[in-house]
């Protein structure tokens, strides 16, 4: 039978069997020595449980404060662990489905709708980690950096800019961020 433990000091030795003490000054102390390694054992298993964190499920933000005058079928904001992400967000003017024309209304709209969702959590813009920003078109980039640098004056977070094709409705700009909760 192998040793389960060896007291440092050679003072008893125990077997994965059956617990019973090798040395003769615990002799008679079985019961004692069992029920102190087993809740020696319990001990040490609380220790290395895995924690939780804040939120060990995902919430899922949808409903009329987080997409007016829609029914998106996905979630405008998802809060996991000390995360949030938040969905692309289009640059409507303030109320409505439209879009306003030009890159800069468009910009400063997303960026003012990210700025509100993120309040509705009680964060802020310098809580973002992360932006990902889609502009239909690249000739846009120049007048599209100058409005987001109007929003970030220090600190601004990490950025990905990419071009593509098309973006939903015709808009000329799409948003999504991911920000850290405190």
């Known amino acids: 039978m192998a040793d389960v433990c060896s ?3 050679g003072k008893a030795c125990l077997t994965a069997s059956d617990l019973q003490p090798c040395h003769q000054s615990v002799k008679g102390n079985a019961m004692v020595i069992q029920r102190l390694v087993v809740g020696v054992a319990a001990m040490l298993a609380a220790c290395v449980a895995p924690t939780p964190g804040p939120s060990t499920q995902p919430q899922f933000l949808r409903g009329a404060d987080w997409a007016p005058d829609a029914n998106p079928p996905y979630s405008a904001a998802v809060v996991h662990g000390d995360t949030v ?3 692309g967000t289009l640059g409507f003017t303030p109320g409505t489905r439209d879009l306003p024309a030009g890159i800069d209304a468009q910009a400063a709209n997303a960026l003012a709708a990210i700025e509100a969702n ?6 802020s813009l310098s809580d973002l980690v992360t932006c990902t920003c889609y502009l239909a078109d690249m000739d846009d980039y120049r007048a599209f950096n100058a409005v987001y640098a109007g929003y970030f004056p220090t600190n601004p977070p990490a950025r990905t800019t990419i ?6 409705l015709g808009a000329a700009v799409e948003i999504t961020c991911t920000a850290a909760l405190a």
Not at 163 to 168: K, N, Q, W
């Open 163 to 168: 071009g593509v094709a098309a973006l939903p």
């Open 118 to 123: 993120l309040a509705g959590l009680d964060l």
């Open 85 to 87: 992400y938040l969905a």
């Open 7 to 9: 007291g440092a000091l």
